[in-house]
């Protein structure tokens, strides 16, 4: 079955930077575009970034463009969100999500069960 384990979540400060991973199994991991999104306290899901199935195509939300990178190892199956430049309102849980395709727009189908990033001095 698809599992997808998040993991290097934690406490940074406004400014400071955090790497988030996704440990993918279940499946085959080069053939879909992974995503990562996030929901903070009382606030809706936000579409973080997202990775084309080979790493050529890429997508970021407004707010994150420039301070996140996202990148993936298919020989490992794993999703990375590099995130610098930390500021309080990322405080959210990142869940890594699965897509239906290997095009980045194809859609959701499986979520991970979330690691929470806090950006407070």
């Known amino acids: 079955q698809v599992q997808l384990v998040e993991s290097g979540g934690g406490l940074a400060q406004p400014g400071g930077s955090l790497r988030l991973s996704c440990a993918a199994s279940?499946?085959?991991?080069?053939?879909?575009?992974m995503s990562w999104a996030r929901q903070a306290p009382g606030k809706g899901l936000e579409w973080v970034s997202s990775?084309?199935?080979?790493?050529?195509?890429?997508y970021y939300e407004d707010s994150v463009r420039g301070r996140f990178t996202i990148s993936r190892d298919n020989a490992k199956n794993e999703l990375y969100l590099e995130m610098n430049s930390l500021r309080p309102d990322d405080t959210a849980l990142y869940y890594c999500?699965?897509?239906?395709?290997?095009?980045?727009?194809?859609?959701?189908?499986?979520w991970g069960q979330g690691t929470q990033v806090t950006v407070s001095s």
């Open positions: 999500v699965k897509s239906r395709s290997n095009k980045i727009t194809s859609g959701p189908d499986y």
């Open positions: 279940g499946f085959t991991f080069s053939s879909y575009a």
């Open positions: 990775i084309h199935s080979d790493g050529s195509d890429t």
